[in-house]
């Protein structure tokens, strides 16, 4: 009994179909997890360097940041601070939030950034910064007395 057989049969095709559904799906699951992670860094990444440039403005010319400075005024004051105006954020999602408190000579200002997403990926998005949060200096309200980010869809950092 001699049997030619030319191709697959039914249930092998079936086996491989199986098979490549379960890898796919392990495959979306991670991508998913490597996505909101990569925007969490991200976030992270454009406030420190927020920061930074926003600091090295005011060692080089002293302070010119006051209650009036927009975002878009403190991204044109340090663009030359951030890659030659290269590495500039969505400036749609921060803001500079002042905050006097009883001292106004002692003022603190700080730089926001509203989580933008569906809900369920502002909801990985704030997990993964709150594991960050205490490293990074990530603050929940702008108040230099404030804890560290736990949840909420803004997040702040002290820069002075």
Do not use: C
Not at 32 to 46: D, L, M, Q, R, W
Not at 140 to 150: C, I, K, M
């Amino acid at each position: 009994m001699k049997t030619n057989r030319k191709g697959f049969t039914l249930v092998e095709l079936l086996i491989v179909i199986v098979v490549i559904g379960i890898l796919s799906a392990m495959m979306m699951l991670s991508s998913t997890e490597a996505v909101t992670s990569a925007k969490a860094s991200n976030i992270v990444s454009n406030l420190r360097n927020l920061k930074t440039a926003a600091l090295s403005l005011s060692i080089d010319s002293g302070d010119l940041i006051t209650s009036s400075t927009t975002v878009t005024t403190l991204f044109n004051l340090t663009k030359k601070y951030l890659n030659g105006g290269t590495n500039i954020p969505d400036i749609g999602q921060y803001t500079i939030v002042l905050s006097t408190g009883a001292d106004p000579t002692a003022a603190s200002w700080f730089i926001k950034h509203t989580i933008t997403g569906t809900e369920d990926e502002k909801a990985q998005i704030k997990t993964k910064l709150k594991g960050r949060a205490k490293s990074v200096g990530l603050l929940a309200t702008p108040s230099s007395t404030s804890a560290e980010y736990t949840d909420g869809d803004e997040v702040y950092v002290l820069v002075r």
